[in-house]
């Protein structure tokens, strides 16, 4: 069974930084793409960035420049450094996975529990 863990959240100042870990483990075959996404109550849950097998990346336009994903493919772990946070970046921060695991033999999208990310002074 294939779970995804993440790590890191917590409660930081403006201007302060965080950094997110999400670990995939379970019977892997590949790892096709992992982004991490955010919600706020009351709002739909939006994408912040994302990496795909290949490296390429792509970020949500209010945290280019202030957010870095990065993967580690033998540890079948991703990143999300966080710089320059903002009271606005506060959200539950979701790690998600589109993998295929060995068993069952399926390609499908993964979600973590998701870590809370306070920004405020």
């Known amino acids: 069974q294939v779970q995804l863990v993440e790590s890191g959240g917590g409660w930081v100042q403006p201007g302060g930084s965080l950094r997110l870990s999400c670990a995939a483990s379970?019977?892997?075959?590949?790892?096709?793409?992992m982004g991490w996404y955010r919600q706020v109550p009351g709002k739909q849950r939006e994408l912040v960035a994302l990496i795909i097998a290949g490296g390429n990346t792509n970020y949500a336009d209010s945290v280019k420049g202030r957010f870095t994903i990065s993967r580690d493919n033998a540890k079948n772990t991703m990143y999300l450094q966080m710089d320059s946070l903002e009271p606005e970046d506060t959200a539950v921060y979701y790690c998600?996975?589109?993998?295929?695991?060995?068993?069952?033999?399926?390609?499908?999208?993964?979600w973590g529990q998701g870590t809370q990310v306070t920004v405020s002074s």
């Open positions: 998600n996975a589109r993998l295929t695991s060995r068993r069952p033999w399926r390609t499908d999208d993964y």
């Open positions: 379970g019977s892997i075959f590949s790892i096709d793409a």
